[in-house]
Nanobody, 123 residues
Framework: QVQLVESGGGVVQAGGSLRLSCVASVRMFSVYTMGWFRQAPGKEREFVSAISWGGTSTGYADSVKGRFTISRDDAKNAVYLQMNSLKPEDTAVYYC????????????????WGQGTPVTVSS
């Protein structure tokens, strides 16, 4: 079981930036596909971004493409989400997730989840 701890959420004005971090307590972190998902009040959890083991593949939801950047540092067992040009519709709880396997963007494919970090973007 992978333990994941997110940080970096907060309140920011529209147009601002935040950087989310997620640290994993697991051996062989480098072989995990890592993802970021979000869930707004009253909505289902949705894919935001993912990065494969080795960082060779990355993907983004259309709604964040060009504004968000995912990266990983396997030496620190960490994955990051740099969020720029934030919009009020980005307001949600952001979750880090881990998958022992090939690259995926589907919620059911990720077996380990963090507790989430809230992001609020004011207009």
């Amino acid at each position: 079981q992978v333990q994941l701890v997110e940080s970096g959420g907060g309140v920011v004005q529209a147009g601002g930036s935040l950087r989310l971090s997620c640290v994993a307590s697991v051996r062989m972190f480098s072989v995990y596909t890592m993802g970021w998902f979000r869930q707004a009040p009253g909505k289902e959890r949705e894919f935001v971004s993912a990065i494969s083991w080795g960082g060779t593949s990355t993907g983004y939801a259309d709604s964040v493409k060009g504004r968000f950047t995912i990266s990983r540092d396997d030496a620190k067992n960490a994955v990051y989400l740099q969020m720029n040009s934030l919009k009020p519709e980005d307001t949600a709880v952001y979750y880090c997730a881990a998958r022992s396997g090939t690259y995926s963007t589907r919620v059911p494919d990720f077996g380990s989840w963090g507790q989430g970090t809230p992001v609020t973007v004011s207009s």
